[in-house]
């Protein structure tokens, strides 16, 4: 077996995942960010020119409590180690790893904290905070409306095209992470909020030339919205609405989810409409929904205290 450097090993596993799994540009700079990362620890420490092959579990774990002690969260290190062992299952794949050393590796327990959802009436506060009688709030409205109401992730947003609304249907195609679509169901207030913004939009030359290709949601330029954007401008409408300063663009994606688990949809209805791939990461909010269940019935009930 060749001895092969590390670093041109992960170049040909970015190449990989870029050109063969169709992995999005924010998966590959994790992935980049988190085997390079490697890759220095290696080099700049006792293990200088150790070369892929000869790497074995031991490695792996003194990376482990290095990172442990360099008090990297729990979640950090565990998609690190991921990354580790998908990098080295491709390596075995092409021949030059003999062993993913990364497999034995257990991920550290995390504490899992369930997520801040909001109430009906702070969700209903927040969605009529922008104006209505402008563009740009004419735009806030709608964007805020579809993401609570399809439960969107941010970055599933700025890629929504004009060719992927169905008004008359009430549907969205979505394109989730790694570039998997799926339908989204569109309530009748973000179809109306979307048809408010869309008759008074600002197109610049370059959307009007993409056609049914051009992206929904545009800045004040005519150009696409960029995921950092609708953070901000969901940061105004926050303070104005006077809500949790913790809450965030995914905040509207955890109260659809306990939202509609509240009023009995059934988990894999939800782990659909969320895209998600394992039902598992869609059970936290059966957590979420239970605990508003509690606060209910010590609010409700004569004798829960």
Do not use: C
Request: avoid cysteine; charge should be positive; hydrophobic fraction near 35%.
């Amino acid at each position: 077996m060749a001895k092969v450097p590390l670093s041109s090993a992960i170049t040909r596993f970015l190449r990989y995942m870029a050109t063969e799994r169709n992995a999005s540009d924010l998966t590959i700079k994790a992935y980049r960010e988190d085997l390079f990362g490697f890759a220095q620890w290696i080099e700049g420490g006792q293990f200088a020119g150790t070369t892929l092959d000869s790497l074995d579990p031991s490695h792996l774990r003194q990376f482990q409590a290095a990172l442990q002690q360099a008090d990297y969260a729990k979640s950090t290190i565990s998609r690190k180690l991921a990354s580790l062992r998908s990098f080295f299952k491709f390596a075995m794949r092409e021949g030059s790893a003999k062993t993913n050393p990364a497999k034995p590796l257990r991920n550290p327990r995390r504490n899992r904290k369930l997520p801040l959802v909001l109430s009906n009436e702070e969700i209903g506060r927040l969605l009529t905070t922008p104006p209505a009688h402008d563009p740009a709030g004419l735009r806030d409205r709608a964007i805020l409306e579809t993401m609570y109401s399809a439960g969107l992730r941010v970055s599933e947003l700025v890629a929504l095209r004009d060719g992927d609304i169905d008004f008359g249907q009430g549907i969205a195609r979505v394109r989730g992470k790694g570039r998997k679509e799926r339908i989204s169901p569109l309530g009748s207030y973000a179809i109306d909020a979307i048809r408010a913004y869309a008759a008074r939009r600002n197109r610049s030359a370059e959307s009007e030339r993409l056609g049914q290709a051009a992206p929904v949601f545009v800045n004040r330029f005519g150009n696409i919205l960029t995921t950092r954007s609708v953070g901000r401008m969901l940061d105004k409408y926050i303070a104005d609405a006077e809500l949790d300063t913790r809450t965030s663009p995914h905040t509207l994606r955890h109260s659809f989810a306990t939202h509609l688990l509240d009023r009995g949809a059934d988990i894999r209805s939800v782990q659909e409409l969320l895209g998600h791939k394992s039902l598992t990461t869609t059970q936290i909010y059966t957590h979420v929904s239970a605990a508003n269940l509690r606060t209910i019935y010590e609010q409700a009930h004569p004798r829960a205290q």
